[in-house]
């Protein structure tokens, strides 16, 4: 079976400081894999996804960026945090080449102070 | 922007009562997703229907889409407790990457 993991669950760091957020799959090989953002009640942004070891699509311009070394390792990463970079940051996979459901991990919860 | 669009934005009933909630989009999609989140926690897929059907069941939910209004809705029938959550819809459009857009969601409340 599939599984996907995101650490830390929660994060509290300060303006300035760098971030690094890690998402892994098991059990699967090849998937696309997404990075999402939500804010306190609404819904989910579409920051990056990747369709291969080091394909990276940004979809919106941010203090952000995205690697992803490793067929089923993805990263989320910042140099220098901003208060508005606070929020739910969710990670999910799917089947490559089929249209169909994402599977997301329990998240990480960073709150920039 | 948002893709889609979720009505009502929050909703409360009584345990055993019909949930429906909305969803509206605006381009061309190749399927439409529903998906749930607990407070707190990741979300988790519901169900999907592709855009060449109109309607399709799972247990106690029945979706429909209706991609001349650009519209689909969700109703959860017999609601429980355990339903408390936010639902989402999620379009995937004819894009690449199965990128999916995600609605601004609906807070259901099922009070005992």
């Known amino acids: 079976s599939q599984t996907i993991h995101q650490w830390p669950a929660t994060l509290v760091q300060p303006v300035g400081s760098p971030l690094s957020l890690e998402c892994t799959v098991e059990?699967?090989?090849?998937?696309?894999l997404y990075w999402y953002r939500q804010a306190a009640g609404r819904g989910l942004q579409l920051l990056f996804y990747?369709?291969?070891?080091?394909?990276i699509s940004s979809e919106v311009p941010q203090n952000l960026s995205a690697s992803r070394p490793q067929d089923r390792q993805f990263i989320l990463s910042s140099k220098k945090l901003l208060l508005s970079d606070s929020g739910f940051y969710l990670c999910a996979w799917i089947w490559t080449g089929r249209g169909g459901e994402q599977f997301f991990g329990p998240g990480t919860r960073l709150t920039v102070l | 922007s948002q893709q889609g669009e979720e009505d009502p934005q929050a909703l409360s009933i009584q345990e055993g009562e019909n949930a429906t909630m909305n969803c509206s989009y605006k381009t061309s999609i190749n399927n439409l997703q529903w998906y749930r989140q607990n407070s707190g926690r990741g979300l988790v897929h519901l169900i999907l229907i592709r855009s060449n059907e109109r309607e399709k069941h799972s247990g106690r939910l029945r979706v429909t889409l209706d991609t001349s209004k650009k519209s689909s809705s969700l109703l959860i029938t017999a609601s429980r407790a355990a339903d408390t959550a936010s639902y989402f819809c999620a379009t995937d459009t004819t894009g690449g990457g199965n990128k999916l857009t995600f609605g601004t969601g609906t807070q259901l409340k099922v009070e005992l």
């Open positions: 059990g699967t090989s090849n998937p696309n």
């Open positions: 990747s369709v291969g070891i080091g394909q």
